[in-house]
């Protein structure tokens, strides 16, 4: 085509990795001036600044609510958007039923976040002994392959969510691409002597882990007496972690912060990044963990390990839902004596991988051979 291709970002949810992402990605592309960009959703709870009035207020609060599902896509539909990039699940039920349009259709893409909480990460990586998931979450699964089935692809971050859709969830493997996320380029901040500020950020739920962080960090001759823990996030395990804390060996070393939107200050401010989830994809506070030059503690879960394989890094890698290995990769963790180095690996890796400007190029090469071909 011989204008600027006609973007629409759909978002269902105002926070959480889908919504920074989204911002980010938006923002780079119309900062290439190479497409026209617009988000449709709540407002960003982070970043929506960024958007400088590209931006839609629309809300599908429930996956059941048909009428707003209706009316969301007529806004679209209205935009006239060439390419429709739905950027959570709920956005990919009602894109994928997008109206046809005078000159076709417009092309709907959907990047694949991530499967529902119950998801074990053995049954993620079909282990035979593996317990299934509920029967509700093997109706949102079956639900997500029909999506992936019907947009023209499905993007994922990381190659091992790409392995489950194909192998679990039959999607074929020409409707998948892979591409990387990106997060806001930070200053590389390493830590300054020994690991003593541990950061936790997301969201307080049972498989984030965070219970398990706070078990293993109280196990005896973990946690040094000068370390400390923060925990930006909120959710519905919050009080429970507020408990926990409170009335373990960690009390008055623990701070519970609640949401906010400030990362990356929160990141400068700490030594290190802990995240002890029991399934993860490829986490956006990891790449901005590394973006900062900070160590990351993390589960071997989804695509993290292939995050953290940074040449001159030392990998700090857990076995998910194991509380005393987790403890060892704490100890290990406040036992090196130059965390730095493994920082500045860090951050030059996130650089190459989690720029704006690279995954921006990737999506735009991506939305142009769809447009090329269709």
Same mark, same amino acid.
């Given at each position: 085509?011989?204008? =600027?291709?006609?973007?629409?970002?759909?978002?269902?949810? @105002?926070?959480?990795?889908?919504? /920074?992402?989204?911002?980010?990605?938006?923002?780079?592309?119309? $900062?290439? @001036?190479?497409?026209? %960009? =617009?988000?449709?959703?709540?407002?960003?709870?982070?970043?929506?600044?960024?958007?400088?009035?590209?931006?839609? +207020?629309?809300?599908?609060?429930?996956?059941?609510?048909?009428?707003a599902g209706r009316r969301a896509? #007529?806004?679209? !539909?209205?935009? *006239?958007?060439?390419?429709?990039?739905?950027?959570?699940?709920?956005?990919?039920?009602?894109?994928?039923?997008?109206?046809?349009?005078?000159?076709?259709?417009?092309?709907?893409?959907?990047?694949? !976040?991530?499967?529902?909480?119950?998801?074990?990460? +053995?049954w993620f990586r079909g282990e035979?002994?593996?317990?299934?998931?509920?029967?509700?979450?093997?109706?949102?699964?079956?639900?997500?392959? %029909?999506?992936?089935?019907?947009? =023209?692809?499905?993007?994922?971050?990381?190659?091992?969510?790409?392995?489950?859709?194909?192998?679990?969830?039959?999607?074929?493997?020409?409707?998948?691409?892979?591409?990387?996320?990106?997060? $806001?380029?930070?200053?590389?901040?390493?830590?300054?002597?020994?690991?003593?500020?541990?950061?936790?950020?997301?969201?307080?739920?049972?498989?984030?882990?965070?219970?398990?962080?706070?078990?293993?960090?109280?196990?005896?001759?973990?946690?040094?007496?000068?370390?400390?823990?923060?925990?930006?996030? /909120?959710?519905?395990?919050?009080?429970?972690?507020?408990? #926990?804390?409170?009335?373990?060996?960690?009390?008055?070393?623990?701070?519970?912060?609640?949401?906010?939107?400030?990362?990356?200050?929160?990141?400068?401010?700490?030594?290190?990044? %802990?995240?002890?989830?029991?399934?993860?994809?490829?986490?956006?506070?990891?790449?901005?963990?590394?973006?900062?030059?900070?160590?990351?503690?993390?589960?071997?879960?989804?695509?993290?390990a292939d995050m953290l394989d940074?040449?001159?890094?030392?990998?700090?890698?857990?076995?998910?839902? /194991?509380?005393?290995?987790?403890?060892? =990769?704490?100890?290990?963790?406040?036992?090196?004596?130059?965390?730095?180095?493994?920082? !500045?690996?860090?951050?030059?890796?996130?650089?190459?991988?989690? /720029?704006?400007?690279?995954? #921006?190029? *990737?999506?735009?090469?991506?939305?142009?051979?769809?447009?090329?071909?269709?």
């Amino acid at each position: 085509m011989n204008r =600027r291709p006609r973007i629409a970002y759909l978002l269902t949810q @105002d926070r959480g990795g889908p919504v /920074d992402l989204t911002v980010r990605l938006a923002t780079a592309l119309t $900062e290439s @001036d190479a497409a026209e %960009v =617009r988000v449709f959703g709540p407002p960003p709870a982070r970043g929506a600044e960024l958007l400088n009035g590209d931006f839609e +207020e629309i809300s599908v609060p429930r996956k059941g609510d048909l009428a707003a599902g209706r009316r969301a896509r #007529a806004v679209l !539909h209205a935009w *006239r958007p060439d390419v429709v990039h739905a950027q959570d699940r709920r956005a990919g039920l009602v894109s994928a039923s997008l109206p046809r349009r005078k000159g076709g259709p417009a092309a709907v893409v959907h990047t694949y !976040h991530g499967v529902p909480d119950d998801v074990s990460e +053995e049954w993620f990586r079909g282990e035979p002994s593996a317990s299934p998931p509920s029967p509700y979450t093997r109706v949102v699964l079956a639900a997500d392959a %029909v999506v992936a089935r019907t947009v =023209r692809h499905t993007l994922v971050p990381a190659a091992a969510m790409g392995d489950f859709l194909h192998t679990r969830l039959r999607v074929p493997a020409k409707r998948l691409r892979h591409i990387d996320n990106c997060v $806001e380029p930070l200053p590389c901040l390493p830590p300054v002597g020994p690991v003593r500020h541990l950061l936790f950020v997301g969201l307080l739920v049972e498989r984030k882990g965070v219970l398990d962080l706070l078990r293993a960090l109280a196990s005896p001759g973990t946690m040094p007496a000068d370390a400390r823990l923060t925990i930006v996030g /909120d959710g519905p395990q919050r009080a429970e972690v507020e408990r #926990a804390a409170a009335q373990s060996p960690l009390a008055g070393r623990v701070d519970v912060l609640g949401f906010r939107s400030d990362v990356p200050a929160q990141l400068a401010a700490a030594d290190a990044l %802990v995240l002890p989830s029991t399934m993860e994809q490829q986490p956006l506070v990891v790449a901005e963990a590394m973006m900062a030059g900070k160590p990351v503690l993390a589960t071997d879960t989804g695509g993290v390990a292939d995050m953290l394989d940074a040449p001159g890094a030392t990998r700090y890698l857990a076995e998910p839902g /194991d509380v005393p290995d987790l403890a060892a =990769r704490l100890r290990d963790l406040f036992a090196d004596p130059d965390p730095a180095r493994t920082g !500045h690996a860090l951050a030059q890796a996130a650089r190459v991988k989690f /720029d704006p400007a690279v995954c #921006a190029r *990737r999506h735009l090469e991506l939305y142009q051979s769809i447009l090329d071909t269709r």
